[in-house]
């Protein structure tokens, strides 16, 4: 695969603008755990494989175990994943699929379990992977 455009280096100020996004994001409230599981998810539905090779890269730096980076795309299925993690993915998903909305019932799961703060900086979080597995994928940014 032959990579395209190159935004970082021909628009410096967009890239510039979705790393601020990022440094918000590095300080906000989110566990590393919560912040890997909506990057990896995200790309995993994306199909972003320089972003599912990054984060599950970096999801082992934290101690992400194999197997739960290996069944991700189905949780549901397992009893791996906290009720927080769940309501987090469930809503992750919906967001990324966005043309079927976001269901009442998934954003009504994840409002109780966290505050508004916590809640927003969720969205935020996987607005901003969504944004970059396009970037990535659009432009064909190769793997390693």
């Known amino acids: 695969m032959e990579s395209r455009i190159d935004i970082q280096k021909v628009e410096p100020a ?14 906000s409230a989110l566990t590393a755990t919560h912040k890997e599981l909506i990057k990896l998810r995200t790309s995993q539905i994306n199909g972003c494989a320089f972003c599912i090779n990054m984060h599950s890269i970096d999801a082992r730096k934290l101690g992400e175990t194999e197997q739960r980076i290996y069944l991700l795309n189905a949780w549901r299925e397992t009893n791996l994943y ?55 994928i659009t432009s064909k940014t190769i793997v390693g």
Request: charged share 15%.
């Open 14 to 27: 967009a890239y510039q603008a979705m790393y601020a996004l990022e440094k918000y994001l590095a300080t």
């Open 82 to 136: 906290t009720e927080k993690e769940q309501a987090i993915l469930a809503l992750t998903e919906e967001v990324t699929l966005i043309t079927n909305h976001v269901s009442d019932a998934t954003y009504q799961k994840a409002a109780s379990l966290f505050d508004e703060n916590y809640l927003a900086q969720v969205i935020m979080a996987i607005v901003t992977i969504n944004a970059w597995n396009r970037i990535a």
